[in-house]
């Protein structure tokens, strides 16, 4: 199970931090410390596309061009949480965040189809 938190409203240039805590039993043997994760979004009417990804083995990151800079993806395998740092937020950062586990940590961190689960979502609202 996938539980994401920290989402809200804020005001443009704000910062948030959001949470994903992954819970219950591991996914077919491995363990948090073993998984890929992913940050995605999805905003009204439009399509979830990849913000950002933590690789299990040497926690190496990639981001989408239009988060680098504001953005950063940590893990904290102890408490099994993956975290996503959002600074000088826009108006077009505005979405429902959610996060991912890829249990086979696949190197194509930005294809939405590799992972295996899913948490419920937060939402972000950015106003000005």
């Known amino acids: 199970q996938l539980v994401e938190s920290g989402g809200g409203l804020v005001q443009s240039g704000g910062s948030l931090r959001l949470s994903c805590v992954v819970s219950?039993?591991?996914?077919?043997?491995?363990?948090?410390?073993?998984?890929?994760m992913g940050w995605f979004r999805q905003a009204p009417g439009k399509e979830r596309e990849f913000v950002a990804a933590?690789?299990?083995?040497?926690?190496?990151?990639d981001y989408a061009d239009f988060v680098k800079g504001r953005f950063s993806i940590s893990r904290d395998n102890a408490k099994n949480t993956v975290y996503l740092q959002m600074n000088s937020l826009i108006r077009e950062d505005t979405a429902d965040y959610y996060c991912a586990a890829d249990i086979n940590s696949s190197p194509d961190y930005r294809d939405i189809s590799k992972y295996d689960y899913w948490g419920p979502g937060t939402r972000v609202t950015v106003f000005s």
């Open positions: 219950g039993n591991t996914f077919s043997g491995n363990t948090f410390s073993d998984y890929l």
């Open positions: 933590i690789r299990s083995s040497d926690a190496a990151t």
